[in-house]
């Protein structure tokens, strides 16, 4: 999820790889393998991100937590 909504945000701001990579101090395979979802982003680099997209860190969350807050509450058992 958060590796698409880099994706999302880069292009709508019309964006390459290499630039957005650069101006946040990774490679462009880096950039790539974040928002393939195949490597975590750090929180240097995210938080570079939402400077650079002029964005809230929580930005990059928003879906996945709006899905979070249709699941239903955890049940669970107390044991004595």
């Keep these: 999820y958060v590796g698409a909504r880099v994706r999302q ?4 701001m019309g964006l390459s790889l290499e630039e957005v990579a650069s101006s946040i101090g990774v490679t462009a ?3 790539a393998q974040y928002e393939e979802g195949t490597t975590h982003i750090p929180t240097g ?3 570079a ?3 650079l997209f002029n964005v809230e860190p929580f930005y990059f969350f ?4 709006n899905q979070l807050e249709r ?3 955890p049940s669970f058992r107390v044991l004595h």
């Design 49 to 51: 991100l939402s400077r």
């Design 29 to 31: 395979e880096t950039l």
């Design 71 to 73: 699941l239903p509450p």
């Design 9 to 12: 945000k880069r292009r709508s």
């Design 62 to 65: 928003e879906t996945l937590m």
């Design 45 to 47: 680099p995210m938080l």
